[in-house]
């Protein structure tokens, strides 16, 4: 197993030396991506955005137990937590206020949902290109040499080394690509189901002003 983990090491390193200098921002490029898709994985969680728990324990504000909910929403631990604290805060007021004062919050929260998403636009677009310039060079290096020598083998052998760097950019797009679609679908989903809990209690809060 350690045989087999040294070769496919060796290979590895072997490969990235082939592409020549245009590897090296492309290894930045993956290293860049692999920060974006672990960064919005973790700011995505149920935990930080809206957790189950929470969610559920909204219905108890209507009910009267809220005590611990309320307790909750205060320490504005999750996106859920933040903007239903706007909302008790402003339950003295009317509905239409209520509401304005959550959309406007809960702006800001979905521009820090979409933190990291702009970084992954950059990968998806630069590392397929540096790949194709990383190619584009090899050839022009190639053919420039093609009069020293007419030994086909070695000028087959250059092309594919030269088709390095098209292979590894594309492998760093394709992984941010899937991400992004993920990402981006579930912070539509989020949205969704943060205006649904939040109507809710704008519609708690303002029945509670009435009921006073």
Known sequence: ????????????????KKGGVFMVP??????????????????????????????????????GDSDPVVRELNQGGSALARLGAVALRHHGKSAGDITRAVESSAREEVVKMHAGIGLLDVVITVAPLLGLLGTASGLVSIFQGLGETTEHLAIARGIAEALNTTIFGLAIAVPCVVAHGYFTRRIEVLTARLESLLADLAHVCQRATNKS
Do not use: N, Y
């Not at 197993?1 to 990235?16: H, N, R, V, Y």
């Not at 955005?49 to 929470?54: A, F, Y």
């Open 1 to 16: 197993m350690d045989l087999l983990a040294i070769s496919a090491t060796e290979a590895t390193l072997e490969f990235l």
């Open 26 to 63: 492309l290894i930045l490029c993956s290293i860049a991506g692999l920060t974006a898709i672990g960064f919005k994985a973790m700011s995505l969680g149920r935990a930080r955005t809206v957790p189950d728990s929470l969610a559920r324990g909204m219905a108890d504000i209507a009910s």
